[in-house]
């Protein structure tokens, strides 16, 4: 039980849009679900599988970005990666350029030192280019992290306030390239986590692109043997609805 309640903000949020747009006419979301898988085998055996999952809705004031991301990776049939990723953010525009953000995230990273981390968050953000083929956001907010170190008792949650900054650039090269650069920051006095996702996707065929990513997520301080930076290249092949 102790584990769910840092799920309930999220799911609330979740739960927003998804109740809104059931009023609304279908096809208002725009979604993106990616799929990746490598095997390797001879001296040693592998695998790795990679999914995501974006899903974004404008209408009117309001916008919606839903995301999920899971990764999976085994070595000799031993699991040496297994994280899983959900956050929303809900943006009310009350200017031309200007709006309001709240934000939630759950990750589940089970070879990070914590057993979860999650973080809600609001604030002010503005769109400093806003064009057909490009747009950069920039937001910025006071939040809230908890985070469960493994093994631990819950009196040694770490519980802090965060200042959370985000900038969100996405151009569109061409009408079948995409370029986009995610760059997140969580501030505290005790610990600051730091995500950046660079990535281009290339239409392939109608709805099937190909993408290709670059993640780095670095935490300042982490449990005794683990890594400060974790780093993911993916290639993935996208499906857009």
């Known amino acids: 039980m102790q584990k769910l309640l840092p799920v309930l903000p999220v799911t609330l949020l979740l739960a927003l849009p998804l109740t809104a747009s059931a009023q609304d006419v279908v096809g208002l ?6 799929f990746g898988y490598v095997s390797v085998s001879g001296n040693s055996e592998s695998s790795s599988v990679k999914g995501r999952l974006d899903s974004k809705r404008e209408s009117d004031n309001w916008r919606y970005h839903i995301h999920f991301d899971a990764l999976n990776t085994s070595e000799d049939d031993t699991r040496s990666a297994e994280r899983y990723f959900l956050s929303n953010k809900i943006d009310y525009k009350f200017g031309e350029r ?32 806003d064009r057909a083929d490009m747009t950069w956001d920039i937001e910025g907010g006071p939040g809230y992290r908890v985070s469960k170190i493994a093994d631990s008792s819950q009196d040694d949650d770490e519980r802090e306030g965060i200042l959370r ?40 065929i109608a709805r099937l692109a190909m993408k290709l990513s670059y993640t780095v997520k670095y ?23």
């Not at 979301?29 to 990616?34: A, F, K, R």
């Not at 009408?175 to 650069?181: C, H, K, L």
């Open 219 to 241: 935490t300042d301080n982490v449990p005794t043997g683990t890594e400060h930076a974790d780093r993911e290249t993916a290639v993935t092949l996208v499906y857009s609805f």
């Open 29 to 34: 979301w725009s979604t993106d679900i990616e």
């Open 98 to 129: 200007s709006y309001s953000f709240l934000h939630a995230s759950y990750e589940d990273d089970r070879f990070s030192g914590y057993d979860w981390q999650a973080v809600i968050a609001a604030g002010y953000g503005y769109r400093l280019i």
């Open 165 to 204: 900054l985000q900038t969100d650039f996405e151009w569109h090269l061409t009408d079948n390239a995409t370029f986009e650069q995610v760059l997140s920051v969580e501030h505290g006095s005790e610990n600051t986590v730091s995500r950046s996702t660079t990535s281009i996707k290339t239409t392939i």
